[in-house]
């Protein structure tokens, strides 16, 4: 008899647990699409934590965790009937870290206990295009925007520099990350000054922030000759395998100025040309599309030169009767203008929009 009721109760175990299927389904939904977002840092990602009971008993006391995100709602859920769902809903700041990895990843668990045996589930992303199976985890993409602004400055005013063979232009060029990531091992070089200092390696830069780098240019006689130093820097930055090279912008060609422009030095040869105060001539407009007008003081304009920032020429005349000067054929740009006088030259810049 003992053991025929031993065996009853066997069977009847086996029964009840036959019956009774407990089962729970997570899933975890940040609100965006499978695609990068433009979100910065302090912007608040917000999950939709959703548990089903997908099994045929009532469960109770389902907790809900989430190491990667703060929970915001009640938890634990106190109990859910079979097929019967409740969500928890949990944020998550983004951070410079998240930023520069290019993604957040996260996973939710949901766990509860039946008759003693822990029914547990990992979250599942509800996005459609997500390439994973089930469970995997809600990955948010952020938009990576690198770039950064290099400025080189000769620290001299813009008028012809009484500068002999032998003298140095001292350049002060400063990186800026004007991106939404970090940047490491910025590369600085220049082909026309010797860099000082770090050998022009910049080892990190956050978002906003500014580093210099200092670099000297020895005048030569052909630089006398020439009337002019032209100089340009470049910055290089790697970022996902893929290397950027970004050219200096003189920092006195306007406001703003004009982006990868050389950084040009005006020389004088004392020897032979007086230059006369630069007050004395005006041109106007200027940033100017299709002409220039000149108004000058005391003084007689005979000849003028016109020359693109590289030191080419390309135009030379004499002086119109009306004062304006076509430039509607020129580019963008920063431009020199020389002005030939009874009393030596004066040299003026100019911009075309």
Same mark, same amino acid.
């Given at each position: 008899?003992?053991?025929? &009721? ?11 647990? #036959? ?20 979100? &910065? ?11 089903? /009971? ?23 859920? #106190? ?26 990843? =996260? ?8 008759? *003693? ?5 990992? $979250? ?34 813009? +008028? ?5 063979? *032998? ?24 082909? =026309? ?14 978002? *906003? ?5 200092? #670099? ?8 006398? %000759? ?9 910055? +290089? ?34 020897? %032979? ?5 630069? $007050? ?5 407009? /200027?940033? #100017? ?6 108004? $000058? ?46 009393? *030596? ?9």
């Amino acid at each position: 008899m003992k053991a025929l &009721l031993q065996l009853v109760f066997i069977l009847n175990l086996a029964l009840i647990n #036959a019956q009774n299927n407990p089962s729970i389904a997570i899933t975890k939904d940040d609100g965006f699409p499978y695609t990068p977002q433009n979100l &910065l840092v302090g912007d608040i990602i917000t999950y939709i934590i959703t548990v089903t /009971n997908t099994g045929d008993v009532t469960l109770n006391n389902i907790e809900v965790t989430d190491d990667n995100a703060t929970l915001t709602t009640s938890n634990p859920i #106190a109990s859910l009937a079979p097929g019967a769902s409740a969500t928890v809903t949990a944020t998550h700041v983004i951070t410079q870290a998240d930023l520069d990895a290019g993604q957040y990843v =996260n996973q939710a668990t949901a766990t509860t206990t039946f008759n *003693g045996a822990t029914i547990t589930d990992l $979250s599942d992303d509800t996005d459609t295009d997500a390439p994973l199976g089930d469970d995997d985890p809600t990955i948010t993409f952020f938009v990576q925007s690198p770039s950064i602004a290099v400025l080189k400055d000769d620290n001299l005013s813009y +008028t012809a520099q009484n500068m002999s063979v *032998g003298d140095e232009i001292t350049y002060t060029i400063e990186v800026t990350n004007t991106g939404n990531v970090n940047l490491n091992n910025i590369e600085v070089t220049d082909n =026309n000054a010797n860099i000082s200092g770090n050998s022009g390696i910049i080892q990190s830069l956050s978002p *906003g922030a500014s580093a210099t780098v200092t #670099a000297t240019h020895v005048i030569t006689q052909a630089d006398i %000759n020439a009337g002019q130093v032209s100089n340009q820097a470049t910055a +290089t930055y790697v970022i996902a395998g893929q290397s950027f090279d970004v050219l200096s912008t003189d920092p006195g060609t306007g406001n703003p100025p004009i982006t990868e422009s050389p950084t040009v030095t005006l020389l004088s040869s004392t020897n %032979n040309i007086s230059f006369p105060n630069l $007050s004395k001539i005006n041109i106007y407009p /200027n940033p #100017a599309k299709e002409y220039i007008k000149i108004t $000058s003081k005391d003084i007689v304009i005979n000849h003028y030169q016109i020359f693109d920032i590289s030191g080419k020429l390309l135009v030379d005349k004499l002086f119109p009767t009306n004062s304006k000067i076509d430039i509607s054929d020129f580019n963008s740009g920063l431009y020199l203008i020389k002005f030939k006088i009874d009393k *030596g030259i004066i040299i003026k810049k100019f911009f075309v929009e």
